[in-house]
Antibody
């Protein structure tokens, strides 16, 4: 059974930093591309970032480019999202998801981690 | 970046009736070399993460009931639920994965 478990969410002040993790199991993590998608309270889905299976290429939404950094550790089956210069509008549930490649649909999703940016 | 626009924003359908959700992309998402539309549909029930329903515009994910179907090509796509069941109450999103950053439609809330 595929499992994606996000952690690291919480309350952070504007301008602060936070690192999310996504622990993967039940599939070949090192083969799949991975992604972060967020959902602000009561709002729709917003694509945040993606990374190829070997970590060689990364992709970002314009809204987070230069502030967020995606990475992965295939030896630990874990995906990361380092978030910096956080703003109130970054408040959201952050989901990790997998796909067979960049340029493929998002197949499995985690339950999400809530990030709240507030003073 | 590709902008995805869904219609309607919300929809009320009676049990057993057909529901139709439309999705329009600002650019073509059909890749000519493999003749595939890089378009997926997701279902999100209250308090749950999204769930993949349809990919390549018309391929049903394993385990998804056959009352769900996807159609369209190029820039115009449709998700159809042929006979609405109570458990289909959810928000439905289309998404393009033709180019990064991927983008989602704003969502369509389906009610009974």
């Amino acid at each position: 059974e595929v499992q994606l478990v996000e952690s690291g969410g919480g309350l952070v002040q504007p301008g602060g930093s936070l690192r999310l993790s996504c622990a993967a199991s039940g599939f070949s993590f090192s083969r799949d591309a991975m992604h972060w998608v967020r959902q602000a309270p009561g709002k729709g889905l917003e694509y945040v970032s993606g990374i190829t299976s070997n970590g060689g290429s990364t992709y970002y939404a314009n809204s987070v480019k230069g502030r967020f950094s995606i990475s992965r550790d295939n030896s630990k089956n874990t995906l990361y999202l380092q978030m910096g210069s956080l703003r109130a509008e970054d408040t959201a549930v952050y989901y990790c998801a997998n796909s067979l490649a960049i340029g493929a649909h998002l197949k499995d999703w985690g339950q999400g981690a809530l990030v709240t940016v507030s003073s | 970046d590709i902008v995805m626009t869904q219609s309607p924003d919300s929809l009320a359908v009676s049990l057993g009736e057909r529901a139709t959700v439309n999705c329009k992309s600002s650019q073509n998402v059909l890749f000519d070399s493999n003749n595939k539309n890089y378009l997926a549909w997701y279902q999100q029930k209250r308090g749950q993460p999204p769930k993949l329903l349809i990919y390549w515009a018309s391929i049903r994910e394993s385990g998804v009931p056959d009352r769900f179907s996807g159609s369209g090509s190029g820039t115009d796509f449709t998700l159809t639920i042929s006979s609405l069941q109570a458990e289909d109450v959810a928000v439905y999103y289309c998404q393009q994965y033709y180019s990064t950053p991927y983008s989602f439609g704003q969502g369509t809330k389906l009610e009974i």
